[in-house]
């Protein structure tokens, strides 16, 4: 079954930093298009940032200079390096597989408060 | 930025209701247009990809039609289970878009 599970998610300051991490089962990471999206608190969909089967780098006006999406292939699992945080970062963030959003992890949550 | 408006943005419909929910784009996607659910403390979940195209597992009585900038999900003979959150998706270009959300509430 193909399965993606995020974590690191928590409670942050404004100005932190945070990791998130989504580890994937029954499919290779590197081979696919993966994808940031979050949601804050009552809210909708937000996509955040991607990364393609080669490489590239793609991301949201809001999170440039602050984000940066990897992945590390034998740990099959895709990251999101968080600084300098807002409060208004504060959401859900899931990850999900292709272009179309087919595989979705279950969410880690991220609040920005002092 | 293409952005997506959908409409209603709430509806209250009663079992057995079709219901039909439209999402606008500020220019052409072709039919790079995919709509999900998103049912209370869930993940969303891919409902219909490219406009029109089923996916395997979804309820046939959820249909999309529409192309370039105008497109229409359809829930045939609404369930109970089918209250939830209903987005719809660009992925025309690089940076994604989507709606701002449709909820769909059962009477």
């Known amino acids: 079954e193909e399965q993606l599970v995020e974590s690191g998610g928590g409670l942050v300051q404004p100005g932190g930093s945070l990791r998130l991490s989504c580890a994937a089962s029954?499919?290779?990471?590197?081979?696919?298009?993966m994808n940031w999206v979050r949601q804050a608190p009552g809210k909708g969909l937000e996509w955040v940032s991607s990364?393609?089967?080669?490489?590239?780098?793609y991301y949201a006006d809001s999170v440039t200079g602050r984000f940066t999406i990897s992945r590390h292939i034998s740990k099959n699992t895709l990251y999101l390096e968080m600084n300098s945080l807002r409060a208004e970062d504060t959401a859900v963030y899931y990850c999900a597989r292709d272009s179309i959003l087919t595989v979705w992890g279950q969410g880690t949550k991220v609040t920005v408060s002092s | 930025e293409i952005v997506l408006t959908q409409s209603p943005d709430f509806q209250s419909v009663t079992p057995k209701e079709r219901v039909t929910i439209t999402c606008r784009a500020s220019?052409?996607?072709?039919?790079?247009l995919h709509w999900y659910q998103q049912k209370p403390d869930q993940s969303p979940k891919l409902l219909i990809k490219?406009?029109?195209q089923s996916i395997s597992g979804v309820p046939s009585r959820f249909s999309g039609s529409g192309s370039g900038t105008d497109f229409t999900l359809t829930i045939n003979s609404l369930e109970a289970e089918d209250a939830a959150a209903y987005f719809c998706?660009?992925?025309?270009?690089?940076?994604?878009?989507f709606g701002q959300g449709t909820k769909v509430e059962i009477k």
């Open positions: 990364i393609d089967s080669g490489g590239s780098t």
């Open positions: 220019q052409s996607v072709g039919s790079s």
């Open positions: 490219y406009a029109s």
């Open positions: 029954g499919f290779t990471v590197s081979t696919f298009y």
């Open positions: 998706h660009q992925s025309s270009t690089l940076r994604g878009t």
